[in-house]
């Protein structure tokens, strides 16, 4: 048996942790699923043990989103990771309308 997936949110909206959550438990109900309120506490809690998903809100983020990723990247660096945004998308960024689908296409790869 594969071990539960560890799944890392950064998200403001509560609506969006619900909608992984939910997603989650019915895909693979012992996936384990961590919500923070900031790039900081995401950052600590990257340095506890990888993470196989990383969901962030870039406009949670902030400025210290790219030292996130980065962070990420080098602590968990087969974790798939994905940036969501309202607005203006830079590159490689999602809008929130993709949440679902992408969460379905990252939890069969990751």
Same mark, same amino acid.
């Given at each position: ?26 895909? +693979? ?39 996130? @990723? ?28 993709? @949440? +679902? ?10």
């Amino acid at each position: 048996m594969t071990r539960p997936r560890k799944v890392l949110t950064v998200f403001a909206a509560r609506g969006h942790r619900d909608t992984v959550r939910r997603l989650c438990r019915s895909l +693979e109900p012992a996936s384990q699923v961590t919500d923070v309120a900031s790039a900081t506490d995401a950052v600590l809690t990257l340095l506890t043990g990888p993470m196989d998903l990383v969901l962030v809100d870039a406009g949670l983020a902030g400025d210290l989103l790219g030292a996130l @990723l980065r962070h990420a990247q080098r602590s968990a660096p087969r974790a798939k990771l994905a940036v969501f945004a309202g607005g203006a998308l830079a590159p490689g960024w999602l809008p929130w309308s993709q @949440l +679902e689908a992408t969460l379905l296409a990252l939890l069969a790869r990751a």
